[in-house]
């Protein structure tokens, strides 16, 4: 079965290989000063936090008795948060950060990237602000992080957002292809050298509902940050850390009050996994939005961010 699994992913990565050419595929790391200029703008600030420099954004009001963090999944960044801030940012202080191994932060000291230790570099962050209790959101990995750290951390978590957050063992319905060449190590070699924009396009475009939405600037984004020295390393590792479902039995431990946001055309962590949260969460509130994706912050931020004010709004 295990060399069936990496015959399949050479064979996937060879015919995206042979769709732009081996040349144009040839993509080896890029020093993360060199894509700060785009992507690290005003007010993009980087804090040394255990051992890094941390890329993180922290905006409006500093007296906000409920700043919000908000947290992005696997190969994502802070910019899939990018409308979600623009809404908030006129009343609530919110802040964004680019987790460990993704993003301009990029990977940590030790190799570390399983799933406690996630949860240890948030409640850093917070310390590094000082804020001592947070609303605390995330999106896929950033959810299942958001809230392994509610449970571990109760008193720093006030509210809790969870959008196509992990958490369960599941069968996905259409994993991205860069996530499937990312789990078989023997391609680690490969991958970082190699990486066909045409690829990293594909994997953006199956997490979306519409994938009409996906711009060139969105694959780009993705692209670079994706080549940001260490990251496809980090990435492999990710995933051999952290196996699915691994501290599932702790959902039910949550006490905070929790939204839970979901698309209803995630075929990466379907919405049934929505349901189990809500069984499993007393108190929780469900919302889904039948025509968004995995990234519906992201997808369509306008339609989702009604269902946050709201819950925050609520005493």
Do not use: C
């Amino acid at each position: 079965m295990k060399a069936l699994k990496i015959a399949g992913g050479v064979l996937a990565l060879v015919v995206a290989l042979a769709g732009v050419g081996v040349v144009s595929a040839w993509a080896p790391d890029r020093p993360v000063e060199t894509l700060k200029a785009r992507w690290a703008p005003a007010p993009s600030q980087f804090v040394a936090l255990q051992g890094m420099q941390v890329h993180l954004r922290d905006e409006g009001p500093r007296d906000d008795p409920q700043p919000i963090v908000l947290l992005h999944g696997t190969s994502a960044s802070l910019h899939t948060w990018e409308g979600w801030v623009a809404a908030l940012k006129g009343q609530h202080r919110v802040i964004t950060v680019d987790l460990p191994g993704f993003g301009l932060t990029g990977p940590t000291p030790d190799g570390d990237y399983h799933l406690p230790r996630y949860a240890d570099f948030v409640v850093g962050v917070l310390d590094h602000l000082q804020l001592k209790q947070v609303v605390l959101a995330g999106n896929s990995l950033g959810g299942e992080i958001a809230w392994m750290t509610a449970v571990g951390h109760p008193d720093r978590v006030s509210k809790l957002v969870l959008v196509d957050a992990g958490g369960y063992p599941f069968k996905t319905e259409g994993m991205p292809i860069g996530f499937k060449i990312a789990r078989i190590p023997a391609l680690k070699p490969l991958m970082t050298r190699l990486l066909p924009r045409g690829m990293i396009e594909s994997s953006v475009r199956s997490v979306y509902g519409d994938p009409s939405k996906v711009t060139p600037e969105l694959i780009d984004r993705y692209y670079e940050l994706t080549l940001r020295e260490g990251n496809r390393e980090s990435l492999t590792a990710r995933f051999s850390q952290s196996p699915l479902g691994a501290y599932a039995d702790q959902i039910k431990q949550i006490k905070q009050p929790t939204l839970i946001i979901w698309g209803g055309q995630d075929h990466l962590i379907t919405p049934d996994n929505a349901d189990r949260f809500q069984q499993d969460i007393a108190g929780s509130r469900l919302v889904v939005f039948d025509k968004l994706g995995h990234v519906p912050q992201e997808e369509d931020p306008t339609a989702t961010i009604g269902a946050v004010k709201s819950f925050l709004a609520q005493r």
